[in-house]
Protein backbone atom coordinates (compact mmCIF):
# COMPACT_ATOMS: atom_id res chain seq x y z
CA UNK A 1 0.00 0.00 0.00
CA UNK A 2 1.21 3.53 -0.85
CA UNK A 3 2.16 5.53 1.84
CA UNK A 4 0.16 9.05 2.01
CA UNK A 5 1.52 11.97 1.02
CA UNK A 6 2.17 15.22 3.49
CA UNK A 7 -0.10 17.72 3.35
CA UNK A 8 -2.38 20.07 5.18
CA UNK A 9 -5.72 17.85 4.76
CA UNK A 10 -4.07 15.60 7.43
CA UNK A 11 -1.14 17.15 8.96
CA UNK A 12 -0.10 20.21 10.42
CA UNK A 13 -2.62 23.37 11.21
CA UNK A 14 -4.52 25.72 8.47
CA UNK A 15 -2.35 27.73 6.05
CA UNK A 16 -2.34 31.21 8.41
CA UNK A 17 -3.03 34.91 6.13
CA UNK A 18 -0.13 36.03 4.75
CA UNK A 19 1.42 38.80 6.84
CA UNK A 20 5.50 37.98 6.15
CA UNK A 21 7.50 37.52 2.82
CA UNK A 22 10.42 35.36 2.12
CA UNK A 23 13.08 35.82 -0.66
CA UNK A 24 15.03 33.09 -1.23
CA UNK A 25 13.71 29.82 0.49
CA UNK A 26 16.17 26.84 1.04
CA UNK A 27 16.70 24.46 4.09
CA UNK A 28 18.35 26.73 6.41
CA UNK A 29 15.28 29.20 6.13
CA UNK A 30 12.74 26.10 6.88
CA UNK A 31 14.69 24.92 9.63
CA UNK A 32 15.19 28.69 11.36
CA UNK A 33 12.54 31.45 10.60
CA UNK A 34 10.04 29.05 9.63
CA UNK A 35 10.91 27.42 13.01
CA UNK A 36 10.84 30.34 15.25
CA UNK A 37 7.33 31.76 13.54
CA UNK A 38 5.97 28.13 13.93
CA UNK A 39 6.76 28.11 17.66
CA UNK A 40 5.68 31.85 17.93
CA UNK A 41 2.96 32.21 20.08
CA UNK A 42 0.66 34.04 18.25
CA UNK A 43 1.82 31.79 14.79
CA UNK A 44 -1.65 31.50 13.38
CA UNK A 45 -2.03 35.23 12.83
CA UNK A 46 1.49 34.96 10.66
CA UNK A 47 1.70 33.07 7.43
CA UNK A 48 4.56 33.08 5.34
CA UNK A 49 4.74 33.74 1.39
CA UNK A 50 7.73 32.21 0.56
CA UNK A 51 9.53 32.57 -2.69
CA UNK A 52 12.41 30.50 -4.39
CA UNK A 53 15.90 31.36 -5.84
CA UNK A 54 16.51 31.17 -9.47
CA UNK A 55 15.76 27.35 -9.47
CA UNK A 56 12.30 26.70 -9.00
CA UNK A 57 12.89 22.96 -7.46
CA UNK A 58 11.36 24.08 -3.47
CA UNK A 59 8.16 25.28 -5.03
CA UNK A 60 7.18 22.20 -7.04
CA UNK A 61 8.26 19.84 -4.02
CA UNK A 62 6.51 22.09 -1.19
CA UNK A 63 3.05 22.96 -3.38
CA UNK A 64 1.83 19.70 -3.38
CA UNK A 65 2.54 19.70 0.05
CA UNK A 66 0.82 22.96 0.73
CA UNK A 67 3.86 24.22 2.11
CA UNK A 68 4.30 21.87 4.45
CA UNK A 69 7.70 19.72 5.31
CA UNK A 70 8.89 17.56 8.35
CA UNK A 71 12.08 19.41 10.29
CA UNK A 72 14.07 16.28 11.78
CA UNK A 73 16.03 17.54 14.40
CA UNK A 74 19.21 14.95 15.04
CA UNK A 75 20.84 15.34 18.49
CA UNK A 76 23.65 13.22 19.20
CA UNK A 77 21.07 10.97 21.13
CA UNK A 78 18.14 10.20 17.79
CA UNK A 79 15.97 12.13 15.30
CA UNK A 80 12.97 14.09 16.42
CA UNK A 81 9.86 15.01 13.52
CA UNK A 82 8.16 18.28 13.45
CA UNK A 83 5.52 18.88 10.95
CA UNK A 84 5.94 23.07 10.35
CA UNK A 85 3.21 24.84 9.14
CA UNK A 86 4.12 28.27 8.97
CA UNK A 87 5.20 28.32 5.44
CA UNK A 88 1.48 29.11 3.90
CA UNK A 89 2.53 29.10 -0.13
CA UNK A 90 5.90 28.76 -2.04
CA UNK A 91 6.50 30.03 -5.28
CA UNK A 92 8.86 30.21 -7.84
CA UNK A 93 10.60 33.17 -8.45
CA UNK A 94 9.11 33.92 -11.82
CA UNK A 95 5.53 34.55 -9.85
CA UNK A 96 6.85 38.00 -9.98
CA UNK A 97 2.98 39.56 -9.70
CA UNK A 98 2.41 37.10 -6.91
CA UNK A 99 5.52 39.18 -5.30
CA UNK A 100 4.61 42.74 -6.14
CA UNK A 101 0.92 41.81 -5.10
CA UNK A 102 2.19 40.72 -1.40
CA UNK A 103 4.74 43.51 -1.45
CA UNK A 104 1.51 46.31 -2.46
CA UNK A 105 -0.63 44.91 0.35
CA UNK A 106 -0.95 46.39 3.69
CA UNK A 107 -1.21 43.28 5.40
CA UNK A 108 2.31 42.47 4.49
CA UNK A 109 4.22 43.57 7.85
CA UNK A 110 7.89 42.39 7.04
CA UNK A 111 10.23 41.09 4.21
CA UNK A 112 12.65 38.28 5.11
CA UNK A 113 15.46 37.22 2.87
CA UNK A 114 18.29 34.70 2.24
CA UNK A 115 19.89 35.34 -0.97
CA UNK A 116 23.02 34.37 -0.42
CA UNK A 117 25.96 37.08 0.11
CA UNK A 118 26.26 37.25 -3.91
CA UNK A 119 22.47 38.08 -4.25
CA UNK A 120 23.23 41.88 -2.57
CA UNK A 121 25.13 42.21 -5.69
CA UNK A 122 27.59 44.38 -3.64
CA UNK A 123 30.92 46.09 -5.00
CA UNK A 124 34.20 45.94 -3.71
CA UNK A 125 33.10 49.20 -1.13
CA UNK A 126 29.69 47.42 -0.23
CA UNK A 127 27.99 49.88 -2.90
CA UNK A 128 25.80 47.95 -5.29
CA UNK A 129 27.64 46.76 -8.22
CA UNK A 130 26.42 49.03 -10.86
CA UNK A 131 28.36 47.31 -13.37
CA UNK A 132 27.18 44.17 -13.30
CA UNK A 133 25.01 43.23 -16.02
CA UNK A 134 22.08 41.50 -14.07
CA UNK A 135 21.85 44.51 -11.89
CA UNK A 136 22.48 47.26 -15.10
CA UNK A 137 19.50 45.43 -16.79
CA UNK A 138 17.14 45.24 -14.09
CA UNK A 139 17.78 49.24 -12.95
CA UNK A 140 17.40 49.89 -16.87
CA UNK A 141 14.16 48.30 -17.12
CA UNK A 142 12.90 50.15 -13.69
CA UNK A 143 14.05 53.21 -14.91
CA UNK A 144 12.13 52.59 -18.18
CA UNK A 145 8.95 51.53 -16.42
CA UNK A 146 9.21 55.31 -14.59
CA UNK A 147 9.98 56.77 -17.52
CA UNK A 148 6.68 55.06 -18.99
CA UNK A 149 3.88 56.60 -17.44
CA UNK A 150 2.10 56.26 -14.83
CA UNK A 151 2.83 53.23 -12.03
CA UNK A 152 0.09 51.37 -11.33
CA UNK A 153 0.52 48.12 -9.56
CA UNK A 154 -0.12 46.20 -12.82
CA UNK A 155 2.45 48.13 -14.68
CA UNK A 156 4.94 46.69 -12.26
CA UNK A 157 3.98 43.32 -12.13
CA UNK A 158 3.90 43.04 -15.72
CA UNK A 159 7.76 44.22 -15.76
CA UNK A 160 9.57 41.21 -13.77
CA UNK A 161 13.23 42.42 -12.64
CA UNK A 162 15.97 39.28 -11.21
CA UNK A 163 18.00 40.52 -8.96
CA UNK A 164 16.78 40.92 -5.33
CA UNK A 165 17.76 44.60 -4.24
CA UNK A 166 15.80 45.33 -7.72
CA UNK A 167 13.17 43.05 -6.82
CA UNK A 168 12.31 44.51 -3.50
CA UNK A 169 12.44 48.05 -5.05
CA UNK A 170 9.66 47.04 -7.32
CA UNK A 171 7.81 45.60 -4.49
CA UNK A 172 8.85 49.42 -3.02
CA UNK A 173 7.10 51.64 -5.78
CA UNK A 174 4.07 49.03 -6.05
CA UNK A 175 3.67 49.71 -2.52
CA UNK A 176 3.71 53.47 -3.01
CA UNK A 177 1.26 53.31 -5.98
CA UNK A 178 -1.07 51.44 -4.11
CA UNK A 179 -0.92 54.21 -1.15
CA UNK A 180 0.59 51.96 2.06
CA UNK A 181 3.44 52.29 3.61
CA UNK A 182 5.38 50.91 6.87
CA UNK A 183 7.36 47.52 6.25
CA UNK A 184 10.70 45.91 7.97
CA UNK A 185 12.96 44.44 5.43
CA UNK A 186 14.50 41.77 7.86
CA UNK A 187 17.98 40.05 5.80
CA UNK A 188 19.24 36.83 7.42
CA UNK A 189 22.58 36.25 5.33
CA UNK A 190 25.98 36.29 7.34
CA UNK A 191 26.68 39.32 6.50
CA UNK A 192 27.85 42.19 8.90
CA UNK A 193 25.44 44.54 9.69
CA UNK A 194 22.85 42.44 6.91
CA UNK A 195 20.26 45.12 7.16
CA UNK A 196 22.33 48.33 6.47
CA UNK A 197 24.33 46.41 4.02
CA UNK A 198 21.04 45.77 2.25
CA UNK A 199 19.53 48.91 2.67
CA UNK A 200 22.54 50.46 0.91
CA UNK A 201 22.61 48.82 -2.07
CA UNK A 202 18.63 49.18 -2.47
CA UNK A 203 19.04 52.77 -1.72
CA UNK A 204 22.00 53.17 -3.95
CA UNK A 205 19.64 50.98 -6.85
CA UNK A 206 16.48 53.65 -6.47
CA UNK A 207 19.05 56.94 -6.43
CA UNK A 208 19.26 55.11 -9.86
CA UNK A 209 15.65 54.19 -10.75
CA UNK A 210 13.60 57.59 -9.73
CA UNK A 211 14.87 60.92 -7.66
CA UNK A 212 11.77 60.70 -4.86
CA UNK A 213 11.92 57.21 -4.16
CA UNK A 214 14.79 57.45 -1.76
CA UNK A 215 13.13 59.79 0.39
CA UNK A 216 9.71 57.82 0.42
CA UNK A 217 12.17 54.60 1.78
CA UNK A 218 13.43 57.01 4.61
CA UNK A 219 10.01 57.27 5.45
CA UNK A 220 8.38 54.10 5.28
CA UNK A 221 10.82 51.33 5.25
CA UNK A 222 12.93 50.01 8.44
CA UNK A 223 15.54 47.88 7.90
CA UNK A 224 16.36 45.30 10.80
CA UNK A 225 19.63 43.28 11.65
CA UNK A 226 19.86 40.10 12.72
CA UNK A 227 22.50 37.11 13.41
CA UNK A 228 20.85 33.61 12.09
CA UNK A 229 22.38 30.62 13.86
CA UNK A 230 21.64 26.71 12.63
CA UNK A 231 23.73 24.32 11.46
CA UNK A 232 21.19 22.62 8.26
CA UNK A 233 22.96 20.41 5.49
CA UNK A 234 21.17 19.58 2.69
CA UNK A 235 18.31 16.46 2.33
CA UNK A 236 19.33 13.72 1.74
CA UNK A 237 17.43 10.18 0.44
CA UNK A 238 18.03 8.18 4.02
CA UNK A 239 15.79 11.39 5.44
CA UNK A 240 13.18 10.91 3.31
CA UNK A 241 13.19 7.52 3.85
CA UNK A 242 12.90 8.40 7.74
CA UNK A 243 10.15 9.86 7.09
CA UNK A 244 8.00 7.41 5.43
CA UNK A 245 9.38 4.81 8.16
CA UNK A 246 8.85 6.81 11.19
CA UNK A 247 6.07 9.28 10.22
CA UNK A 248 3.96 7.19 7.64
CA UNK A 249 4.02 9.53 5.32
CA UNK A 250 5.45 11.05 1.67
CA UNK A 251 7.64 14.04 2.57
CA UNK A 252 9.57 15.28 -1.05
CA UNK A 253 11.74 17.78 1.12
CA UNK A 254 12.08 16.83 5.15
CA UNK A 255 14.80 19.39 6.81
CA UNK A 256 17.49 18.04 8.54
CA UNK A 257 18.82 20.18 10.98
CA UNK A 258 20.89 20.42 14.54
CA UNK A 259 19.41 20.78 18.12
CA UNK A 260 21.17 24.29 18.74
CA UNK A 261 19.19 27.35 17.50
CA UNK A 262 19.83 31.03 17.61
CA UNK A 263 18.13 34.22 16.14
CA UNK A 264 19.00 37.16 17.59
CA UNK A 265 17.35 40.56 15.85
CA UNK A 266 17.22 44.25 16.24
CA UNK A 267 15.30 47.04 14.57
CA UNK A 268 11.88 48.58 14.17
CA UNK A 269 9.10 46.69 13.11
CA UNK A 270 6.50 49.32 12.75
CA UNK A 271 4.10 47.04 11.22
CA UNK A 272 4.14 44.56 13.37
CA UNK A 273 5.83 40.59 13.09
CA UNK A 274 5.41 37.70 14.99
CA UNK A 275 6.79 37.36 18.41
CA UNK A 276 9.29 35.53 17.81
CA UNK A 277 11.02 36.05 20.88
CA UNK A 278 8.12 33.70 22.47
CA UNK A 279 10.47 30.70 20.72
CA UNK A 280 13.43 31.43 21.84
CA UNK A 281 14.54 34.53 19.34
CA UNK A 282 16.51 37.11 21.39
CA UNK A 283 15.49 40.78 20.29
CA UNK A 284 18.64 43.48 21.26
CA UNK A 285 19.67 46.87 20.70
CA UNK A 286 22.69 45.79 19.13
CA UNK A 287 23.76 43.13 16.92
CA UNK A 288 27.10 43.33 15.98
CA UNK A 289 28.68 41.61 19.09
CA UNK A 290 27.22 38.43 18.38
CA UNK A 291 27.53 38.21 14.92
CA UNK A 292 30.99 39.13 15.18
CA UNK A 293 31.65 35.97 17.65
CA UNK A 294 29.11 33.80 14.94
CA UNK A 295 30.64 35.16 11.92
CA UNK A 296 34.43 34.89 13.15
CA UNK A 297 33.80 31.55 15.18
CA UNK A 298 31.84 29.37 13.67
CA UNK A 299 31.33 30.62 9.86
CA UNK A 300 35.59 31.68 10.06
CA UNK A 301 36.41 28.03 11.52
CA UNK A 302 33.98 26.31 8.97
CA UNK A 303 35.77 27.94 5.98
CA UNK A 304 38.71 26.94 7.27
CA UNK A 305 37.85 23.59 7.49
CA UNK A 306 36.06 23.67 4.14
CA UNK A 307 39.71 24.95 2.31
CA UNK A 308 42.13 22.69 3.82
CA UNK A 309 40.38 19.53 5.22
CA UNK A 310 39.55 18.31 2.09
CA UNK A 311 43.87 18.37 1.09
CA UNK A 312 43.65 15.99 3.94
CA UNK A 313 41.12 13.71 2.23
CA UNK A 314 38.12 14.76 4.81
CA UNK A 315 34.62 14.93 3.29
CA UNK A 316 32.57 16.58 6.13
CA UNK A 317 32.71 18.81 9.09
CA UNK A 318 32.62 16.08 11.41
CA UNK A 319 35.00 14.12 9.82
CA UNK A 320 37.30 17.02 10.23
CA UNK A 321 36.80 18.30 14.00
CA UNK A 322 38.09 14.83 14.31
CA UNK A 323 41.28 14.86 12.43
CA UNK A 324 44.24 15.91 15.62
CA UNK A 325 45.63 18.56 12.83
CA UNK A 326 42.37 20.16 11.77
CA UNK A 327 41.84 20.48 15.36
CA UNK A 328 44.63 22.28 15.92
CA UNK A 329 44.37 24.44 12.77
CA UNK A 330 40.71 25.05 14.31
CA UNK A 331 41.42 25.94 17.76
CA UNK A 332 44.39 28.03 16.53
CA UNK A 333 41.83 29.99 14.52
CA UNK A 334 39.75 30.34 17.32
CA UNK A 335 42.59 31.54 19.92
CA UNK A 336 43.50 34.01 17.04
CA UNK A 337 39.77 35.61 16.56
CA UNK A 338 38.23 34.87 19.91
CA UNK A 339 40.18 37.65 22.07
CA UNK A 340 39.95 40.24 19.18
CA UNK A 341 35.74 40.13 20.20
CA UNK A 342 33.78 42.05 22.56
CA UNK A 343 32.27 38.98 24.05
CA UNK A 344 33.30 36.01 25.85
CA UNK A 345 34.50 33.28 23.42
CA UNK A 346 35.98 30.13 25.56
CA UNK A 347 32.27 28.48 25.71
CA UNK A 348 31.07 29.49 22.60
CA UNK A 349 33.98 27.79 21.05
CA UNK A 350 33.50 24.30 23.28
CA UNK A 351 30.05 24.30 22.42
CA UNK A 352 31.23 24.84 19.01
CA UNK A 353 33.51 21.88 18.78
CA UNK A 354 30.33 19.45 20.22
CA UNK A 355 28.24 20.86 17.81
CA UNK A 356 30.62 19.82 14.98
CA UNK A 357 31.36 16.26 16.29
CA UNK A 358 27.04 15.62 16.31
CA UNK A 359 27.28 12.03 15.08
CA UNK A 360 23.83 12.63 13.13
CA UNK A 361 24.59 15.33 11.15
CA UNK A 362 26.65 15.19 7.84
CA UNK A 363 27.58 18.44 6.83
CA UNK A 364 29.79 18.51 3.56
CA UNK A 365 32.64 20.40 3.40
CA UNK A 366 32.41 20.61 -0.44
CA UNK A 367 28.89 22.94 0.10
CA UNK A 368 30.96 24.73 2.58
CA UNK A 369 33.56 25.60 0.50
CA UNK A 370 30.94 27.59 -2.14
CA UNK A 371 31.10 31.19 -2.72
CA UNK A 372 34.33 31.93 -0.72
CA UNK A 373 34.93 35.17 -2.57
CA UNK A 374 31.93 36.55 -0.56
CA UNK A 375 32.88 34.96 2.63
CA UNK A 376 36.31 34.84 3.40
CA UNK A 377 36.55 39.08 3.16
CA UNK A 378 34.02 38.90 5.99
CA UNK A 379 34.75 35.91 8.01
CA UNK A 380 38.85 35.36 7.84
CA UNK A 381 39.78 38.64 6.61
CA UNK A 382 38.87 40.75 9.80
CA UNK A 383 41.25 38.53 11.42
CA UNK A 384 44.34 38.88 9.25
CA UNK A 385 43.99 42.41 9.06
CA UNK A 386 44.00 43.18 12.42
CA UNK A 387 46.90 41.16 13.11
CA UNK A 388 49.26 41.92 10.69
CA UNK A 389 48.30 45.68 11.49
CA UNK A 390 49.89 44.78 15.10
CA UNK A 391 53.06 43.34 13.22
CA UNK A 392 51.99 39.81 13.85
CA UNK A 393 49.79 38.10 11.58
CA UNK A 394 47.85 35.08 12.77
CA UNK A 395 49.24 32.01 11.56
CA UNK A 396 45.39 30.29 11.39
CA UNK A 397 44.23 33.29 8.92
CA UNK A 398 47.20 33.04 6.86
CA UNK A 399 46.55 28.59 6.48
CA UNK A 400 42.91 30.06 6.07
CA UNK A 401 43.43 32.01 2.98
CA UNK A 402 45.84 29.64 1.81
CA UNK A 403 43.61 26.59 1.70
CA UNK A 404 40.93 29.14 0.31
CA UNK A 405 44.07 30.09 -2.95
CA UNK A 406 45.14 26.19 -2.80
CA UNK A 407 41.20 25.42 -3.48
CA UNK A 408 41.12 28.15 -6.59
CA UNK A 409 44.25 26.48 -7.68
CA UNK A 410 42.42 22.98 -8.02
CA UNK A 411 42.78 21.48 -5.06
CA UNK A 412 40.35 19.75 -2.55
CA UNK A 413 36.58 20.63 -3.18
CA UNK A 414 35.31 21.77 -6.89
CA UNK A 415 35.34 25.80 -6.99
CA UNK A 416 31.44 26.75 -6.91
CA UNK A 417 31.35 30.75 -7.08
CA UNK A 418 29.03 33.27 -8.18
CA UNK A 419 32.19 35.02 -8.85
CA UNK A 420 33.75 32.16 -10.44
CA UNK A 421 35.91 34.02 -13.57
CA UNK A 422 36.99 36.20 -11.02
CA UNK A 423 38.38 33.92 -8.41
CA UNK A 424 39.64 31.63 -11.00
CA UNK A 425 41.94 34.27 -12.37
CA UNK A 426 42.79 35.32 -8.93
CA UNK A 427 44.45 32.12 -8.76
CA UNK A 428 46.20 31.47 -11.90
CA UNK A 429 49.88 32.05 -12.58
CA UNK A 430 52.42 31.18 -10.11
CA UNK A 431 51.83 30.41 -6.44
CA UNK A 432 53.52 33.38 -5.54
CA UNK A 433 51.44 35.60 -8.16
CA UNK A 434 48.37 34.19 -6.92
CA UNK A 435 49.56 34.78 -3.51
CA UNK A 436 49.79 38.18 -4.26
CA UNK A 437 46.15 38.37 -5.70
CA UNK A 438 44.51 36.73 -3.73
CA UNK A 439 45.58 38.64 -0.60
CA UNK A 440 44.98 41.94 -2.68
CA UNK A 441 41.25 40.83 -3.28
CA UNK A 442 40.81 39.50 0.19
CA UNK A 443 42.24 42.09 2.42
CA UNK A 444 42.62 44.84 0.13
CA UNK A 445 44.29 46.85 3.28
CA UNK A 446 47.20 44.82 2.75
CA UNK A 447 47.96 44.44 -0.70
CA UNK A 448 51.57 44.69 -1.77
CA UNK A 449 52.53 43.51 1.61
CA UNK A 450 55.81 41.34 0.62
CA UNK A 451 56.50 39.21 3.77
CA UNK A 452 52.65 38.42 4.24
CA UNK A 453 52.58 37.40 0.69
CA UNK A 454 55.48 34.83 1.38
CA UNK A 455 53.74 33.63 4.16
CA UNK A 456 51.06 32.81 2.46
CA UNK A 457 53.13 31.44 0.06
CA UNK A 458 54.72 29.34 2.40
CA UNK A 459 51.35 28.27 3.98
CA UNK A 460 50.48 26.87 0.66
CA UNK A 461 53.09 24.92 0.19
CA UNK A 462 53.41 23.30 3.75
CA UNK A 463 48.91 22.16 2.73
CA UNK A 464 50.38 21.06 -0.41
CA UNK A 465 53.17 18.75 1.37
CA UNK A 466 50.16 17.09 3.39
CA UNK A 467 48.63 17.07 0.02
CA UNK A 468 51.14 15.04 -1.64
CA UNK A 469 52.35 13.12 1.43
C1 LIG B 1 28.23 27.67 6.57
C2 LIG B 1 26.91 28.23 7.11
O1 LIG B 1 27.80 27.06 4.34
C3 LIG B 1 28.37 27.86 5.08
O2 LIG B 1 29.07 28.77 4.64
O3 LIG B 1 29.29 28.25 7.26
O4 LIG B 1 25.84 27.88 6.29
C4 LIG B 1 26.64 27.77 8.56
O5 LIG B 1 26.39 26.39 8.61
C5 LIG B 1 25.48 28.52 9.15
O6 LIG B 1 25.75 29.90 9.11
C6 LIG B 1 25.22 28.05 10.60
O7 LIG B 1 24.37 28.90 11.23
Redesign the pocket.
Known amino acids: MSLPQLNRTNHGRPAAPIRLVHLGLGN?TRAHQAWYTEHADDAEQWGIAAFTGRRPTMAELLSPQDGLYTLITKGAAGDSFEVISSISVVHPAADYAQLIGYLASPDLAVVTSTVTEAGYYRAEDGGLDLADPAVAADLAALAELVAGGELTVDRIAATPVATAPARILAGFLARRSAGVGALTILPCD?IPNNGQAFKRVIVEAAEQVESSLSAWIEEQISWATCM????TPATTEEDRAKCEAQQGYLDAAPVPTEPFSEWVISGEFPAGRPRWESAGAQVVADVEPYEQRKLWM??GS?SLMAYCAPILGLETVGAAIEHPLVRDWVQQWWAAAGPRLSVPWEEYAAALTERYQNPNIRHLLA??AHDGSQ?IPVRIAPVLIASACEGAPAPAAVRALAGWLLHLRGVGAPVVDAQEAKVLELAAGTLEEAAAKVLAYAAPELAGDESLTASLVQAAKELLALAEG
Not at 228 to 231: A, G
Open positions: FNVDRILNHQIK
